[in-house]
């Protein structure tokens, strides 16, 4: 495996950081190439060095966070919920800026829709329709029911400055999605 330089990462970190302090403070069809070339102290150059424009800079900020939180599932796979939901609150707030952005601002609505078709990807093997508590409901509309719960509560926590700790969210989530799954 190659060895990426520190120059280059350190430089990709700034830029990554540039265009979501930029999205807080205004729409993305108004952010340039050169607010984020200015604000992340690099030539635009730089930025078409390893991003093709702005969306595919912000296209791979997403999958990069969408990637991790599917290995944070498949790594707390056999935690409870409880406990895995806290590997998650804790990847949240570690990463506030981004996560506050995308499920605050106007141009979130992609990033939303991939957050909740990732949560109903790792739910779904926990659904159960052939018997217990959700024998003859529909997988589907259990799916959908929880995740949009679950992403619904991570925009509430964002929205309202995080007003309980990862772990206190965490275990109140996870208690709920026990009591379901």
Known sequence: MTKVDRRVLKSQEAIKKA?????????FDDITIR???DRANVNRG???LHYADKYDLLDKIIEEHINNLRELCHSASEMTF?????VWFEYFADNH?????MLNTKSAAYFRSRFLDLVVQEYKVEVD?????????REDVI???????????VEWWFRNGM??????IAEQTGILLDRNF
């Open 82 to 86: 409880k406990d895995g939901n806290y």
């Open 129 to 137: 329709v052939t018997e217990g508590k959700n024998q003859g409901l």
């Open 35 to 37: 607010d984020i070339s």
């Open 46 to 48: 730089t930025i078409y």
């Open 97 to 101: 800026l981004f996560f506050s952005t």
């Open 143 to 153: 799916l959908q029911f929880f995740g949009a719960a679950v992403v619904g509560t």
């Open 19 to 27: 265009i979501l302090e930029l999205m807080a403070e205004k729409n």
């Open 163 to 168: 007003p309980v700790p990862p772990r206190v």
